[in-house]
């Protein structure tokens, strides 16, 4: 969507992350941490095809000892692939500053999804607009990550 009017984007939504990636890691979470105010984290799934390990930043809530993950995939119409790769092997890695974890992921359930997308929207309203935009198309996956 978002593409359609900006073509130059689609190759930023590449590069992007992984200078997100290098830089977080080579700081050990000390710069690319944060961004615009918001708590951000390194997912590392197995992909569930090709078994490599695939690292994403994702913005993260947190929520007790829990992190919040939000699939919006900048409001597309798909949901990213880091999330059929979780959900195919719930026990990825994260890095969330520089504290490197083993954690267990699941979908938000439908009876928490009200509660969960509240602390999400609360804490970041721009969620709000992806969720307007992609009504009728798919409902956004709010993945929860329970530190092992």
Same mark, same amino acid.
């Given at each position: 969507?978002?593409?359609?009017?900006? #073509?130059y984007f689609t #190759?930023l939504?590449?590069i992007? #992350?992984a200078?997100?990636?290098?830089?977080?890691?080579?700081t /050990?979470?000390?710069w690319?941490?944060?961004?615009?105010?918001?708590?951000m984290?390194?997912?590392?799934?197995?992909?569930?095809?090709?078994?490599?390990?695939?690292?994403?930043?994702?913005l993260y809530?947190?929520?007790?000892?829990?992190?919040i993950v939000i699939?919006? /995939?900048?409001g597309?119409p798909?949901n990213?692939?880091w999330?059929a /790769?979780?959900?195919?092997? #719930?026990s990825?890695r994260?890095q969330?500053?520089s504290?490197?974890?083993?954690?267990t992921a699941?979908?938000?359930?439908?009876?928490?999804?009200?509660?969960?997308?509240?602390?999400?929207t609360t804490?970041?309203?721009g969620?709000?607009?992806?969720?307007?935009r992609?009504e009728?198309?798919?409902?956004?996956p709010?993945?929860?990550?329970t530190?092992?």
């Amino acid at each position: 969507m978002f593409s359609r009017h900006f #073509p130059y984007f689609t #190759p930023l939504k590449r590069i992007i #992350p992984a200078v997100h990636v290098a830089v977080y890691r080579t700081t /050990n979470g000390r710069w690319s941490s944060k961004l615009a105010g918001q708590h951000m984290l390194l997912l590392t799934t197995k992909g569930r095809r090709s078994g490599r390990k695939r690292t994403v930043p994702l913005l993260y809530v947190p929520d007790g000892e829990n992190m919040i993950v939000i699939a919006s /995939n900048w409001g597309g119409p798909q949901n990213p692939a880091w999330v059929a /790769n979780v959900l195919a092997d #719930p026990s990825p890695r994260v890095q969330a500053r520089s504290r490197k974890m083993k954690v267990t992921a699941r979908a938000a359930s439908p009876e928490e999804r009200a509660r969960v997308w509240q602390v999400v929207t609360t804490q970041y309203g721009g969620y709000e607009s992806y969720a307007k935009r992609l009504e009728g198309v798919r409902e956004i996956p709010l993945i929860i990550l329970t530190p092992v």
